[in-house]
Structures are given as structure tokens and as C-alpha cells.
């Protein structure tokens, strides 16, 4: 099984700060990456697939980058909406193996 | 609109059996996988397994290889998952997704809490 590592599990930024997540996985997955944002009581929404590709009605400062083994999440310019946790996937073959989930909280 | 609408949450006792559902609409059910998520309290996102509607092709995740049955009814658009004897280690969140490039829509989640 592919095992998808993320660091680190908790981040402390404030409104309008820039921050990056950083997944890394066990073999090389190509661009077979997914991130999703998980907020308290809520189902995971997907933000970026193909490591690179924006969720329709995602806002642009979120970008994803990566290929391989070496996969990152970056969001400029933090809102309130965003403080949540986040969750890297992969999906080149089954099981379609979760990160542990980066916890990003208010400074 | 695609929908994927889970059953309602449960309370059961240790030893009991539970099968709980996740209703496709809005697109073509036998088109794609449906895999369950298991979120215990606090914890992260584990995949348990998938099922292809199409054809019942079914995988599961090594730590769930024969704790559950998970099954599709593609007469009625409808996942499930099962368990012949709950435990309370079973108490979590489970979700149902629709798999293409990783998750596009999840299942609400259903609550089951195992006690005595």
C-alpha cells in the first residue's frame, strides 16, 4: 500500500498569512493526488485533483503543486473560511490512502 | 445534481448486526465506484473499501478484509455497508464518496455509536 505522509500535523497562521502543506508519499504516484479541506461536523470537500487542478468554485489563491512523491498545498492571503483541517489522498491505485491531516488553526 | 444521501445515525449494542446505505442521484449509478470512509471521533480519514455498482466488483482495505461487507444494489441506486457484530471500536462517522479523481461528492455521514 502507497502511505501518504503530511506535515505538519498542525499549523498556527494568522488571516492573510501564506501557508504551504506538504504530503509526501511512499512511491511515486504521478500526479495522482487529491487535497481536501474537513471542517468540524462536516464531510471532506475536495479543493485540487491532479495535484494541480482547481475545484470549480475554489478560490484561486489556493494552488497545488507536485508530481512523484513530493506533493504541496499552499493558500495566500488566509481567510477565517480557512482554518480547518486539510487531507492529501492519492488515487493511483487502491487503497486510495489518506494523509493524517494538517490542522490548521488560528494564531 | 448529484446527491449521495446516507441513512440516518444509529445506536447499537456490542454484538449486534447494523447495515447502513448511501442513495446515488443525479447521475448514473453503475458508472462509478463508491467507496466508505471511516472517521472515528477526532481522528482521520480511512479508506475501508470500494464497491463498483456496475458489476459488484468489491476491494477492500486490509484492515477491514473480513470486519465488513460492503455491497451495491444497483436496482435502487444504493451502497451499503455491514457489519454481522458491532464492537465499540465500531463507534465513528462513515461516509460514503463517489470516486473519480479521488472524491468528487461525499455521503453526509452517518453516526454509529456502539455501547452497552
Known amino acids: 500500500d502507497i502511505q501518504m505522509t503530511q506535515s505538519p500535523s498542525t499549523l498556527s497562521a494568522s488571516v492573510g498569512d501564506r501557508v504551504t502543506f506538504t504530503c509526501r508519499a511512499s512511491?511515486?504516484?504521478?500526479?495522482?493526488v487529491a487535497w481536501y479541506q474537513q471542517k468540524p461536523g462536516k464531510a471532506p470537500k475536495r479543493l485540487i485533483y491532479?495535484?494541480?487542478t482547481l475545484e470549480s468554485g475554489v478560490p484561486s489563491r489556493l494552488s497545488g503543486s507536485g508530481s512523484g512523491t513530493e506533493f504541496t498545498l499552499t493558500i495566500s492571503g488566509l481567510q477565517p473560511d480557512d482554518f480547518a483541517t486539510y487531507y492529501c489522498?492519492?488515487?493511483?491505485?487502491?487503497?486510495?490512502?489518506f494523509g493524517q491531516g494538517t490542522k490548521l488553526e488560528i494564531k | 445534481e448529484v446527491q449521495l444521501v446516507q441513512s440516518g445515525a444509529e445506536v447499537k449494542k456490542p454484538g449486534e448486526s447494523l447495515k447502513i446505505s448511501c442513495k446515488g442521484s443525479?447521475?448514473?449509478?453503475?458508472?462509478?465506484?463508491i467507496g466508505w470512509v471511516r472517521q472515528m471521533p477526532g481522528k482521520d480519514l480511512e479508506w475501508m473499501g470500494i464497491?463498483?455498482?456496475?458489476?459488484?466488483?468489491?476491494r477492500y482495505s486490509p484492515p477491514f478484509q473480513g470486519q465488513v461487507i460492503i455491497s451495491a444494489d444497483k436496482s435502487i441506486s444504493t451502497a451499503f455497508l455491514q457489519w454481522s457484530s458491532l464492537k465499540a471500536s465500531d463507534s465513528a462517522i462513515y461516509y460514503c464518496?463517489?470516486?473519480?479523481?479521488?472524491?468528487?461528492?461525499w455521503g453526509q455521514g452517518t453516526l454509529v455509536t456502539v455501547s452497552s
Open positions: 464497491v463498483y455498482p456496475g458489476d459488484s466488483d468489491t
Open positions: 489522498q492519492h488515487y493511483d491505485n487502491y487503497p486510495y490512502n
Open positions: 464518496a463517489r470516486l473519480t479523481d479521488g472524491v468528487d461528492f
Open positions: 512511491q511515486s504516484i504521478g500526479h495522482w
Open positions: 491532479k495535484a494541480s
Open positions: 443525479g447521475y448514473k449509478f453503475t458508472n462509478y465506484w
